[in-house]
């Protein structure tokens, strides 16, 4: 059975749960997840949490390919500001910090009680942030990307596009266990540093993921693989989503990372229910 250290709890994973977008900033690449106000704040994870969700993944710093990157003093001051209204609010909620800034990281689990890294550089834009978080001790999606956000769109070309990233998170997860990270949540980050071909290649060989017998977390919310594909925009790509969540479900998916909670938290409910007549 899978399960991941929650403060000194085993969260259980046998079920999927959904984790719930929460961007504090005023540039992510869907509109409607940006909050910034203490009242949108507070809505936001109240609809999360009312909807389904288990997890609330907050974020100060746009990962889109055009983003400016923040350096990690004004990702706190976003991030401070959002936490102590949710910590306020909602004491009790569990909350990944979105950040690839060890001293980010650092921040939000020493001050404000957040309770998982998420990393989507793998810890090569601050090479302190796989021992940081051996430190803390605590859960840490590692990512699959090249580059940055700013330069990943130019950096497709593989050997073997498949073997490349399960050689990475091979060697990754080796690194990070010596280190003493003992929750590691593997995501294959869709839309970074893949086109839109490799995502969907990515996403039929999902199953592959199970050799490592940890954790899969999926995000696909909303993403370009989706909208390019289908010729719409991201406001339309709701549809589209719940393909792809449904289809990550039947793949072993733990974990579904989205901007649409109820939605995601609805295809975890039919797909578990058809887990149950596996003739």
């Known amino acids: 059975m899978k399960t ?4 000194g709890e085993l969260l259980d994973l046998s079920k999927p749960l959904v984790m719930g977008i929460l961007n504090v900033t005023p540039d992510s690449f869907f509109s409607g997840s ?3 106000s203490e009242q949108e704040i507070i809505n936001r994870v109240g609809e999360i949490l009312s909807q389904g969700g288990t997890i609330i993944d907050i974020g100060a710093q746009s990962t889109r390919p055009s983003s400016t990157l923040l350096p990690a003093e004004e990702e706190i001051g976003r991030l401070r500001y959002a936490l102590g209204i949710i ?6 909620v569990t909350l990944s910090v979105d950040t690839f800034y060890s001293d980010v990281a650092r921040f939000c689990i020493e001050e404000h009680g957040v309770a998982i890294i998420n990393d989507i550089s793998g810890g090569e834009m601050d090479k302190m ?3 940081m978080a051996a430190r803390l001790n605590v859960p840490y999606i590692l990512m ?14 593989y050997d073997n596009f498949i073997q490349d990233v399960f050689y990475y998170f091979s060697q990754k997860v080796a690194e990070l266990h010596l280190k003493g990270v ?3 949540i593997i995501d294959p980050g869709f839309g970074f540093s893949k086109t839109t071909d490799q995502n969907y290649e990515l996403m039929a ?3 592959g993921f199970s050799i490592f017998e940890l954790p899969l977390l999926v995000g696909i919310s909303r993403k370009r693989m989706i909208y390019h594909l ?6 339309e790509s709701l549809n589209g989503t719940t393909v792809l969540n449904t289809f990550a479900l039947q793949n072993g998916a733990d974990i579904l990372r989205v901007h649409d909670v109820k939605e995601a938290a609805e295809a975890v409910k039919i797909t578990n229910k058809l887990k149950g007549y596996d003739f």
Do not use: C, S, W, Y
């Open 87 to 92: 910590n306020r609010e909602f004491p009790d």
């Open 129 to 131: 942030m796989f021992d």
């Open 34 to 36: 940006r909050k910034q």
């Open 4 to 7: 991941i250290n929650i403060k």
């Open 205 to 207: 060989a999902l199953r």
């Open 182 to 184: 003992n929750d590691v």
């Open 230 to 235: 289908t010729g719409t925009t991201a406001e």
């Open 144 to 157: 699959h990307m090249r580059g940055t956000p700013q330069t990943m769109t130019g950096l497709t070309d």
